[in-house]
């Protein structure tokens, strides 16, 4: 089994709509947690750290659940410029481990 | 700039042959790690350094891969042998420290085809 499991899309949504990705980990003793954004041929970027009371960042917000061991991001008022793969990231003693990512499209 | 940088940025080479990356971490962190990416897939892990040490290896898929990192800094992954199954973009990331919730910051790859 994945460490990590995500959907991997594609999410196709207009400008403006709300969508949210989910993902789930296997290992309980997870330490911490991150959403990550990749563009094409880009490297990985942090978009946010998931903490358990959830936290939210401008049209962005991140939601852990430990005892269902689930992690989710909502993005709000969706812009063409969101459009890229997220990543799902958990650390496990010292490692980072990375969901295949789900990606969003955007459209006009 | 004060990312991590990787060289080359692509490297094409024949099945058989030996090949090195490099990886340049922000200065100060001591945490290092190599991932491979495949297209379509999210960053696998290969190797994590905490200062000069392999701290844990377990990743690397066998022994024609071996990373070192001799002074702390820079580290280099070595491939012996290469397949062609060993395409993939390589990424190097660092860390302030191995643990906790920091983040871990990637640089941009080196694209490695083995024909």
């Known amino acids: 089994r994945k460490e990590v499991e995500q959907d991997p899309g594609p999410f196709n949504v207009p400008e403006g709509a709300t969508v949210a990705f989910n993902c789930t980990y296997s290992?309980?003793?997870?330490?911490?947690f991150f959403w990550y954004r990749q563009d094409c041929r880009k490297e990985p970027k942090l978009l946010m750290s998931?903490?358990?009371s959830g936290n939210e960042d401008g049209r962005f917000t991140a939601q852990l659940n430990r005892a269902s061991q689930y992690i989710s991001l909502l993005i709000r008022d969706s812009k063409l410029s969101d459009s890229a793969t997220y990543l799902c990231?958990?650390?496990?003693?010292?490692?980072?481990?990375f969901g295949s990512g789900t990606k969003l499209n955007v459209k006009p | 700039g004060a990312g991590v940088s990787q060289t080359p940025s692509n490297k094409v080479t024949e099945k058989g042959k030996y090949v090195e990356l490099r990886c340049d971490p922000i200065?100060?962190?001591?945490?290092l790690y190599w991932y491979r990416q495949s297209l379509g897939q999210g960053p696998e892990f290969l190797i994590y350094?905490?200062?000069?040490?392999?701290?844990?290896d377990s990743g690397l898929p066998n022994d024609r891969f071996f990373a070192v990192r001799p002074e702390g800094s820079v580290s280099t992954l070595k491939i012996q042998r290469t397949e062609r199954g060993d395409s993939a973009v390589y990424l190097c990331?660092?860390?302030?420290?191995?643990?906790?919730?920091?983040?871990?910051?990637f640089g941009q790859g080196t694209r490695l085809t083995v024909v």
């Open positions: 990331a660092s860390s302030p420290e191995g643990t906790g919730s920091t983040e871990a910051f």
């Open positions: 990231v958990v650390m496990n003693f010292n490692k980072f481990y």
């Open positions: 998931v903490y358990s």
């Open positions: 290992n309980s003793a997870s330490q911490s």
């Open positions: 350094f905490q200062g000069t040490g392999a701290a844990d």
């Open positions: 200065s100060g962190h001591t945490a």
